[in-house]
Structure formats: structure tokens, C-alpha cells
């Protein structure tokens, strides 16, 4: 076997020459809530995404971040066709899949692949890693060159295992070797597209730049496009290549990753952006601004009017309660970077010099430990 393995690239589609691998308009997932008695009956409904555009170019890595439950792992599964959209159009290479048949469906399947964000439930305990990986190329009648098991055994190694862990289960493995096998996995059916959820969440911190490292390789080696869903932004500016911002179902900004890191222009970017943390050396002063939101996440089934975001933003007026604002590119913004916010933010994450505490409680707590 020779000592570096060449996986064959995936082409971009024939038929969308000039246009996005993947393209997403106003994806919607309402999932309904029943109640009464006897007779259940539909009382509302769960708004885990509404109305989401984005879009992947081929070869492309584009992280979607967002806190927990805005929608972000919800997103990547209706783009896999795990979860039946509301509503919306999902375009692939030039074809519309949003309500396609599984028949329909079959021929660009195995373009489409997932890596889930548990190593542990995602893997069958009761199958080999042979099996497991060997799996997706049975269900598609996919024969390669030297036979599957062989194919099997080049994966392992393009992503780092010893080939003869074939004959493994998956409890004889660790965290990281797990989810490793999981990227196999995916690349079994050599993917166009592989919606990455959170696949380094569930590691230890030492595990995780190693399976962020493998990625980016197996990106650059067969340019394969990836949507990197993710709440670990240092992690998403290291491996993307374009952001989209997600709050409570929907896209509150998108651009490239300078852009987004650099001049942000929505009010809870900037709010996420000052969570993360960083050390400041000897000889340096932390002049970050650190914004603090009041109040928590707003429910999903009774989500705010206008502006989902306008009950935490210290920048809300009247208009932002009437009017949902479109994600549009503003003034002063470079080409690609779009914002949905009526007044947005200065195009600086230092546009401020003083600390924004919107939270009372956490003012009068911080108060009470500088005066002890």
C-alpha cells in the first residue's frame, strides 16, 4: 500500500456551471404540538428554522454558529433530507430535492454526507468498523477498484486509524477514534457535500484540533464542500471560509470570515463575538468590550414579531417590533456580507470603549465583589 493515499476529486455539476453546489431559499421546519383529550389536535408549533437562505460553493467550507437551540443542527438535517422541510427550497447541483422521493432522491444520496455530533450513539455498537464503513457502498452498489474491504482499509488510513482495526467495534475506541471513524465513514461514497454537525463538541479540547485538522485535509485533498455547523467560533474562523449567524431559526448575518470577525455589523454577532474568550499577555491591556444580553432565549413557539432578536438588543426601537428586517447588504459592508438589522452596529468590534451590561442583576453582582 503506498504511503500516501489520492482520493479522485469531486466534480462540480455540468448542469450548474457559475452556480452554487448547494443553495437554500426561505428553509422553513415547523415542528406541530398536539394536545386536547380525547381527541389530540394541533395546538401550535415548534419554529426551529424560519425561512433560512444560504448558500455552499463547490469545494467551499461555510460555518453556520449560533447558541444552543436557534436551529443550527435542525438546518444541517433538512439539508441532508433527514427531516421533511415546512416549507422552503432546497437547490442541489442545479435540482430542486426540497420534497423528493426517496427514488428521486437515490441518485445524489451518496453526494450528501453527514458526521454527526455524538461519536458515541452515532455508530452501531452491535457492527465492526469494517461494517460500518463498508455499509453505504452496499446500499448503493458501489463496487471499487480492489474491492470494498480494501477501499475500507484506505480510508482508515487517510484518516489516521491502522487499517487492521477492520475487525474493531466501536467500544474498543476512544472519543476522538471514533468520531475518525466517522469521517470515514461520510467519505465512503466520495461526498460533494458533508454537513459537519458540531463534530468536535462531544471531544476533549486536545482531541479536537486534531479532528479539525483532519477535515480541513480531507477538504483540501478531495474538495469536497463543507457546511461546519458549530458554537465554538474560534474553531468555525479556523476551518470556514464564509459565516452565516443564526438566531432562533433564522440567518442574522452572513460573509466572509474577515468580515464577520473583523467588522461585524448585528448587534448579537458583536454579542457573540465578545463571549469568546482570549488571554491577555504581561505587556497587554483587554480593552475588548464584553457584552452581556438580559433576559434569556425567547421561545421558539411564540417567537417575538419583527425582529426575533429586538427583546435582548440595546439597539431596539418601535420599528424593530413591527418590521422584520431583511438580510440585505447595508452601507459599508464589503460584497457578500449581509445583515438583518434596522440599525445596525459600527463596523468595528471596538466601535465602543466602555463595557455593555444590559443585565441588572449582573451589574449589582459584579458591583458587589469589587466592593468585597
Known sequence: MSDKLTLP???GPVDGVGEPLLSVEGLTKHFPIYGGFPIKRKVGAVQAVDGVDLTVGVGESV???GE???????????ITRLLEPTAGKITYAGKDITHASRKQIAPVRSEIQMIFQDPYSSLNPRQTVGTIIKSPMEVNGINPKGGRETRVRELLELVGLNPEHYNRFPHEFSGGQRQRIGVARALALNPKLIVADEPVSALDVSIQAQVVNLLQKVQEEMGIAFLFIAHDLAIVRHFSQRLAVMYLGKVVEVGDRDSIYNRPRHPYTHALLSAVPEVALDDEVEDRERIRLSGDVPSPIHPPSGCRFRTRCWKAQDKCATEEPPLVQISGNREGHLTACHFPEDPSTEARDEDIVLD????ALEQDVTKD
Open 9 to 11: 476529486k469531486p466534480q
Open 63 to 65: 460555518g453556520l454558529v
Open 68 to 78: 444552543s437551540g436557534c436551529g443550527k443542527s435542525t438546518t444541517g438535517r433538512l
Open 360 to 363: 441588572p442583576a449582573l451589574a
